[in-house]
């Protein structure tokens, strides 16, 4: 039986553990953290919508079900050509067959960054929001901001849907709690069109959005830093706030950018279609893979990274590592699937997103919405654990 090591516990780790289970390779999976944390409703944490702990899945529980070895520990070393991994704890792995990475990727940082949270950050993020949002809620009164930024190094490393629905979400908390002239909400962004790779008719809703809803929108600035209670942009004006959620760029995870592995400009693991890591030279092994954020994605200008993305590379990958072993079949790349699809909630509502080279629609579902992603929550739990049966392209 050959042996796979997985680097990463999130979408993209714990899908591709899974279906090499259902291959019976060997597997390890390494994590950081002893859960699965379900990133896309963590934005009802901070509102109290859905608790903490639902939004989390023990990987000793996916261990059970699914039979890999699961070794919770911080990678801080990869010497890649030479089959090492070492860890926080000291343990080195090696003698593996395959090596899968997907870590993840790290945050930009901007002078001030201690000043914000983000929704995307640590899972303990959602508890600090939750936390704040509950501390302006006792006061009565305040201001707001909310924004996200990209790497100008690499364009799908940014995460600015997540941004809009905690806004929108927090919108629909101040309104149920009947204090919403109490409070001002901003939007901000340095590009002057947040949501442009959404498509035309997006951009229009979301503007409707801001409008109907009376959110400030402070757009197309550089943002030169962050204090306690302000982010200041590169004219030097300021955005009072007594609270600021901000969704920094991505950047390569720094493991990554120190070991000898391909990298591109930003950080991100350079690979082919087929997930295969491209080393520079003939000397790299070609057993070593990239998925999800942790790669370099190739594509349109509008490509970003997403969980279902990082779940087709996942299972893309399985499935070429069957064909390579087996000496039979074709490969699968993920080009042919990057899309931008998610479910935009609002918290009494939401919008169906969906982009690709052709077109780019996103469709009104009042409130139906907002309970279609609710069991879709239950649905990656239930079906991570086996309960019920993985529906197709979900």
Known sequence: MKKVTILGGGFAGVEAAIYLRKKEYEVTLVSDRDFFFIYPTSIWVPTRDIAYTDN????????????????????VEIRARAGHIRLQSGRELSGYDYLILAMGMDKLKLPGI????????????SLVIRDRIDNL????????????????????????????????????????????????LTFFAPMEKPGARLGEQALGMLKSSFDR???HRRFGKKIKRFEKDAVIFADESRLEADFIMFIPGGTGHKVIQSS?????????????????VMFDSNDGPDTIYAVGDTAALEGPEWRAKQGHLAEVMARNVVHNIVVRDQGKGTPKGYQEHLNILCVMDSGSGAAFVYRNDKRGVMLPMPYFGHWLKKAWCHYCRLSKMDKIPRLPCM
């Open 137 to 184: 809620l006792a006061m009565g009164r305040g201001r707001i901001a909310m924004g996200f930024a990209g790497n100008p190094k690499d364009k799908s490393a940014m995460r600015g849907g997540p941004a809009f629905e905690m806004l929108f979400n927090v919108h629909n908390l101040l309104r149920k709690k009947g204090v919403l002239e109490n409070f001002e």
């Open 56 to 75: 989390c899945i023990q990987l000793k529980a996916l261990q059970e079900v699914h039979g890999f070895e699961l070794i919770v520990d911080r990678v």
């Open 260 to 276: 000898d592995l391909p990298t591109n400009e930003a950080g991100f693991v350079l690979i082919n279609d087929y997930c295969q």
């Open 213 to 215: 809803l009376n959110i």
């Open 114 to 125: 201690e000043n914000t949270v983000s929704i995307c950050g640590s899972p303990q993020n």
